[in-house]
């Protein structure tokens, strides 16, 4: 299995910051490697496919980088409604099996 | 606008067996476009992927949860459905369902992700 690993687990900014995620694949997962973010009580939501591609409608801000094992996801300047948790998710073997990073929970500083 | 609904017993018994319908509006869960999926989240925790179905009806399941695990679409209701055997607590979780679409990268190479999910329901493994 594939497994993934994220870092950190936690992080705190402030608004107006720039912050970057990373994620690393235990094996080469070429790009095949996608973003979420989830707010609280709600459900994750996609921001990032093919590990720098954004998803229509997501801002600008985000930005995903990376091949192979190592993958980031930054975001340039934090606005209030991005304090929430990010996931990365493989799909290397696809469609036989995926998985998820354990998440990194960004909080207001 | 598609949109996802999960719907199912909020408690089920220990050993017992825990069934959800997925049900999808708005699109048509028969389509070859998409594939559909699984996920769950134990509370305070990460999501952990259970299982997807592709059109024609393949199904791969996460290795940790084959044995227990059956997911099937009904195409005349327009549902996909989670059943899970032999629940313990360790399964308590909100279970989300998702879709799964194709993507092309920059490079034009296919790729994958779950671009709309349902809202989730929390299910609770307890006598």
């Known amino acids: 299995d594939i497994q993934m690993t994220q870092s950190p687990s936690s992080l705190s900014a402030s608004v107006g910051d720039r912050v970057t995620i990373t994620c690393r694949a235990s094996q080469n997962i070429r790009n095949y490697l996608n973003w979420y973010q989830q707010r609280p009580g709600k459900a994750p939501k996609l921001l990032i496919y093919a590990a720098s591609t954004l998803q229509s409608g997501v801002p600008s801000r985000f930005s995903g980088s990376g091949s192979g094992t190592d993958f980031a996801l930054t975001i340039s300047s934090l606005q209030p409604e991005d304090f929430a948790t990010y996931y990365c998710q493989q799909g290397y073997n696809t469609p036989r099996s995926f998985s998820f990073g354990q998440g990194t929970k960004l909080e207001i500083k | 606008q598609l949109q996802l609904q999960e719907s199912g017993p909020g408690l089920v018994k220990p050993s017992e067996t825990l069934s959800l319908t997925c049900t999808v509006s708005g699109g048509s869960i028969g389509s070859s476009s998409y594939y559909w999926g699984w996920i769950r989240q134990p509370p305070g925790k990460g999501l952990e992927w259970i299982g997807n179905i592709y059109y024609g009806g393949s199904t791969y399941y996460n290795p940790s949860l084959k044995s227990r695990v059956i997911i099937s679409v009904d195409t005349s209701k327009n549902q996909l459905s989670l059943t899970l055997t032999s629940v313990t607590a360790a399964d308590t979780a909100v279970y989300f369902c998702?879709?799964?679409?194709?993507?092309?990268?920059?490079?034009?190479?296919?790729?994958?992700?779950?671009?709309?999910w349902g809202q989730g329901t929390m299910v609770t493994v307890s006598s």
């Open positions: 998702a879709r799964g679409m194709y993507f092309y990268d920059s490079s034009l190479l296919k790729r994958d992700a779950f671009d709309i």
